[in-house]
């Protein structure tokens, strides 16, 4: 995180620290908030670990203190969220190439895991590339269309075809919902294996994250269905590995990419190159807790407006080459969870809205959204007569800025509202600046989408208030910080930016929360349908 020391050191313009001196949120509580969940003695705040413990219990002091009661069942602050927890083994990945073993080493080339508990094994295993892995009859695409698969190993792409384009059938550059959950096209089809080929221009993210992530558990939801049948082995290989591989049978990786982004595109077998593996992970099962804590309405009081942001974070592991082993997670996601309690404290100072404000510290957010979908699937308050969720998980720390970034834009009515407020506050709404990321797609506000509960994220964008933009410190974070142990806690920060946003975030609410109105997806949009559904519940 030492990267964003100049740009956080920016002066602000007279009109923006005006504004900011008046304004409901206070960078300076954000900041102290942010320190002290990121501090070391929090560990990361992994689920399950000690880190848990203090952040629920930091977490609960300061929303009590503010004058906010427990929104659980029962007059508790917490939702137990029960989980399968899978601990990674051993795990093996041997290459044969004409005849020729390719060496490899786990993490510098390969990151496996069986499909679930168990050990999963395959011995010289034929290797097919099957493009981006994709089944989709409604859009006239299947990349296995032809092939066999059976007790093979599948190579596939991550994201979508038009991942680089304006747009496209899978909707250009912005991920779709085939660019997720792969690996079942593939297993139905009788592979022994799927491996997704690492690559930053469709992941998002480097080789370097994954790497630093290997040695980590991963989890389920304890009511997911158990899964059957033999485990079977999943993970990523790096790019440099896959195009060794591909080479030895006279393949050139760029030039399979280009031809998996066109329609009619079929899967390929590598001649003479073969597969052994072996992975094991065993499974017990945790208990970890979403935190909650409501403001109760006035005239309105059975309605809700919901805000979210995940307390957790990777937690400790194995040191690294400083002898660092905790991740602390300043940015990713100690500033959200910090404005959203600066969010609750401005609330609480002020006239008791109409409407119930339920706000949520999702738990394992880090791990596949789980703690929201928990929340989801078992809402303490009714979804049908939730107005809207404001999602708090900027992975930004930033002076104030002149722009704000609307993840997956062009799905809900709120947006609109966003925009004029924004303009009150002397910002204005940029294009989200990588949609093939899949940003919409990884955040918890997500599985209320999925519901059909009208959803807004949104973050600080990079036109800097003082001068130039951010866009250099945003991408050496998301590079080499995120999700690393340097995403650490900066005395210099002056978190103006996540005052805005959170600001904005208070605006926007208010309007929500003291009236009648039902904020409303747009008609084109996946979710419409969903709501629909529940229309009823909020014509009484």
């Not at 899978?86 to 510098?108: M, N, Q, S, Y």
């Not at 925009?419 to 910002?427: D, H, I, M, W």
């Not at 204005?428 to 059909?452: C, K, L, M, N, T």
Request: proline content about 6%.
């Amino acid at each position: 995180m030492r990267h964003i020391l100049t740009a956080a050191m920016l002066l602000l313009p007279s009109a923006i620290c005006a504004q900011t001196a008046t304004a409901p949120i206070q960078p300076e509580a954000i900041k102290e908030d942010v320190r002290v969940l990121s501090s070391d003695a929090f560990q990361g705040r992994g689920p399950g670990e000690r880190g848990e413990t203090m952040t629920l219990a930091y977490l609960k002091e300061q929303f009590e203190a503010a004058g906010l009661q427990p929104g659980g069942r029962d007059g508790s602050w917490f939702q137990e969220v029960p989980l399968i927890r899978l601990d990674k083994g051993a795990a093996a990945f041997d290459v044969t190439a004409a005849g020729e073993r390719i060496a490899t080493a786990r993490a510098r080339d390969f990151s496996i895991a069986p499909s679930h508990e168990g050990t999963a094994t395959v011995t010289d295993a034929p290797v097919v590339f099957a493009g981006f892995g994709i089944h989709a009859p409604a859009l006239g695409w299947d990349d296995y269309a032809g092939a066999d698969v059976r007790g093979k190993i599948v190579l596939i792409l991550p994201n979508d075809p038009d991942f680089d384009q304006p747009s496209g059938s899978f909707g250009g550059r912005q991920r779709s919902r085939y660019a997720g959950g792969k690996a079942s096209a593939a297993f139905e089809r009788g592979a022994v294996g799927v491996i997704q080929i690492h690559r930053q221009a469709l992941t998002s993210w480097p080789w370097q994250q994954l790497w630093n992530s290997d040695p980590n558990p991963t989890f389920r939801l304890a009511s997911a269905p158990t899964p059957s049948g033999t485990p079977r082995v999943t993970g990523y290989v790096s790019g440099d590995l896959a195009a060794a591989m591909l080479s030895r049978a006279g393949l050139n990786l760029e030039t399979l990419i280009k031809q998996a982004q066109q329609p009619g595109f079929r899967a390929v077998g590598v001649p003479g190159v073969s597969v052994t593996a072996s992975a094991t992970a065993t499974a017990s099962p945790m208990t970890t807790r979403n935190f909650v804590a409501k403001l109760e309405g006035t005239t309105r009081a059975g309605e809700t407006v919901v805000f979210g942001a995940h307390w957790d974070g990777y937690g400790a592991g194995p040191a690294d080459s400083t002898g660092d082993t905790i991740r602390n997670g300043a940015v990713d996601n100690a500033v959200g969870t910090a404005t959203m309690l600066d969010v609750a404290r401005a609330f609480a100072r002020g006239p008791r809205p109409q409407r119930t404000l339920l706000f949520i510290g999702y738990t394992s957010e880090e791990d596949g959204l789980l703690g929201a979908y928990h929340y989801v699937a078992n809402p303490i308050r009714p979804l049908e007569t939730t107005a809207a969720v404001f999602n708090l998980d900027p992975h930004l720390a930033l002076p104030a800025t002149r722009s704000i970034e609307l993840i997956g834009a062009g799905r809900v009515d709120l947006e609109d509202d966003l925009a004029r407020l924004a303009k009150a506050q002397g910002r204005r709404i940029e294009p989200e600046v990588a949609p093939e990321a899949g940003w919409y797609q990884r955040s918890d506000h997500y599985a209320f989408a999925q519901a059909g509960v009208p959803s807004l994220y949104f973050r600080a964008g990079r036109d800097l208030a003082g001068g130039g933009r951010a866009d250099a410190v945003v991408e050496q974070y998301n590079s080499q910080c995120y999700h690393q142990r340097c995403d650490e806690f900066q005395e210099s920060w002056d978190m103006a930016a996540a005052a805005q946003d959170g600001a904005l975030v208070h605006g926007l609410a208010s309007e929500i929360a003291n009236s009648a109105r039902w904020p409303a997806w747009r008609a084109d949009s996946d979710f419409a349908a969903a709501r629909a559904k529940s229309d009823p519940d909020r014509r009484r």
